[in-house]
C-alpha cells in the first residue's frame, strides 16, 4: 500500500523559508518512475497545483504563483520529495500535500504571517 506523509510545515514570517518533506513507501514500481507533485489549498479557498517533478527525466514545472520562489526536488534513494519555499508571502499560506498517481498524503500546515 502506497503511503506518503508530508513534513516540514509550520509557521513562517513573510520573506521566510520552509522545507517540506514528503516520504513515501509501498510503491511496487521503481520510485524513479514516478511523477510526483505538490499541491495548495488555502482557507476557503480551491486546492491548487503547485509544483511537478517528473520521473525518470526530473524535469521540473511550476505554478506562476510561485515561479522563482519554490523548487520541488527528490531523492531517489531516500523515496522522498521536498519542496523548498523561499520569500514566503502571506498568500501562501495553505494546507501542503504531496500526491502522485491519485494517492495524497494528508498534508501539512504551512501558515506566513508576522
Known amino acids: 500500500q502506497v503511503q506518503l506523509v508530508e513534513s516540514g510545515g509550520g509557521l513562517a514570517q513573510p520573506g521566510g523559508s520552509l522545507r517540506l518533506s514528503c516520504a513515501t513507501s509501498g510503491f511496487t514500481v521503481d520510485f524513479t518512475y514516478y511523477t510526483m507533485k505538490w499541491s495548495r489549498q488555502p482557507p476557503g479557498k480551491a486546492r491548487e497545483l503547485v509544483a511537478t517533478?517528473?520521473?525518470?527525466?526530473?524535469?521540473?514545472k511550476y505554478a506562476d504563483s510561485v515561479k522563482g520562489r519554490f523548487t520541488i526536488s527528490r531523492d531517489n534513494p531516500k523515496k522522498t520529495v521536498y519542496l523548498e519555499m523561499n520569500s514566503l508571502k502571506p498568500e501562501d499560506t495553505a494546507v501542503y500535500y504531496c500526491?502522485?498517481?491519485?494517492?495524497w498524503g494528508q498534508g501539512t500546515q504551512v501558515t506566513v504571517s508576522s
Open positions: 517533478i517528473v520521473g525518470i527525466t526530473d524535469d521540473t
Open positions: 500526491h502522485t498517481a491519485g494517492i
